[in-house]
């Protein structure tokens, strides 16, 4: 299902202008490929597809991104690629799977607040977009973390191996922080690592209980709109700080169970 992308060398202007070995740059390694151990721990992973990447800190023009042929449980910090949005890699070993490629490059170049963008085919999240009508129900309180900040892009058209399909997700994306592709899977982007893997995370988890209620065949009961948008603003209000948290908790028992995420 993965394929490898085609690229071409790095030029030595960008590899001699790039200063990618900078104390927030290995920062940013270890934040990301924390979230590739947890994801693959939680059983979010797919096999060797998938993808998680992040704008470079202080790069606007590079992107870390997994290297093609890996799963999500075998990440590490050195093991993530840096590409420019042309395909070139510039640091790192191997190259980005081809779909990793041409979504999360058009997506980074077409909005610069998403400075990380996670897509998963994770099951739960994935099983509400296989489903005609609007995924998430407003019914759950995890699910008010996500109220007005959700988009459904309708229109799947196959594997994403060439510009074009990338830049219509990226216009599919609009104002969203979370796209539910139907037929395919979700994207999360956010302005770092630790908010997109906050969101990714607590989206798999409303999913997951929408889900279950829905087995049971009873009626879901909604939240009244106005409470949902009330409840929405008090979680926002420090989504920041929790998320920055939930990062740090997730990198303190990797470092106990996993440690090698970090080399």
Known sequence: ???????????????????????????????????FRMAAKLGLQEGI?????????GRDDLMLVNPYGYAFAEVTASSLVICDFEGRVVAGQGVPEATAFYIHARLHLKHPRAKAAFHTHMPNATALAMLEGPPLVWAGQTALKFYGR?????????????????DRIAAALGDADIVFMKNHGVMVVGPSVAEAW???YYLERAAEVQRLA?????VLKPVPEAVARATYAQMR???????????????????????DFAD
């Open 214 to 218: 829905m087995t049971t065949g009873r």
């Open 49 to 57: 597809c998938n993808h998680f990447s992040l704008v470079v800190p």
């Open 237 to 259: 209000e420090g989504d920041r700080e929790s998320a920055r948290l939930h990062l740090e908790s997730i990198k303190r028992q990797l470092m106990k169970e996993q440690p």
């Open 198 to 200: 906050d969101d990714l």
């Open 150 to 166: 959700t988009l459904v892009d309708e229109d799947y058209n196959g594997l994403a191996l060439d510009e074009r399909e990338g």
């Open 1 to 35: 299902m993965a394929h490898a992308l085609d690229t071409a060398p790095a030029s030595p202007a960008l590899l001699r202008n790039s200063d990618l070995d900078r104390p927030e740059v290995r920062q940013a390694r270890i934040d990301l490929a924390a979230c």
